[in-house]
């Protein structure tokens, strides 16, 4: 039979903090999840509670990954390709402060925009391997972490060096190991 896409939904209160934070997990990638479809295929979205949005997908119409930053007014959209994540398990993280907005694959930066224009809050879930109303990644997630901080790059790449799961801090405002 035909099976409904799964949407993993984390609440944003208490969570994320729309001034500065840091999503990262690690994801299955194959080429369902670097298929081109017309679809975003989100792999973290946040949507903003007055409008507006970040979100890490991969393009609907090109082989690379997109992130956007949208204020429900003006948008920021870079990209990085998607050769940098042949079939396996990388590690995503996506940070944002007032300065920048990152995304680092396997412990590499690999998308920056200076100045993001971010949303003023978030909604009452973000999504996990979905852009609900435009895509569903339909892969695996595993060992997210949440943290109320955007880490320095250093330490992100520290964590995935280690190749231990992720650690728990003072700044962890949710881990699910998916076990």
Known sequence: ???QPEVITVPTAGVLNPQEGEISGWVY???????????????FYIPG???????LSHEPAGAYW????????????KNCPDSLTPD?????????NAAEAVVLIDGVRRVTIANPPLPSGFAANMYLGAWPSNG???????DLRISNIARSDAEIAEAYASGQPLPVDEYTTYKVPFD
């Open 136 to 142: 569903y990644l339909n892969t695996l997630i595993d």
């Open 1 to 3: 039979g035909t099976r």
């Open 49 to 55: 509670s007055l409008g507006g949005y970040i979100l």
């Open 66 to 77: 997109r992130l956007t930053v949208f204020d429900g007014t003006t948008s920021e959209i």
């Open 88 to 96: 396996g398990w990388h590690m995503f993280t996506l940070k944002w």
């Open 29 to 43: 990638v194959n080429s369902t999840v670097r298929r081109q479809d017309g679809k975003y295929n989100g792999v």
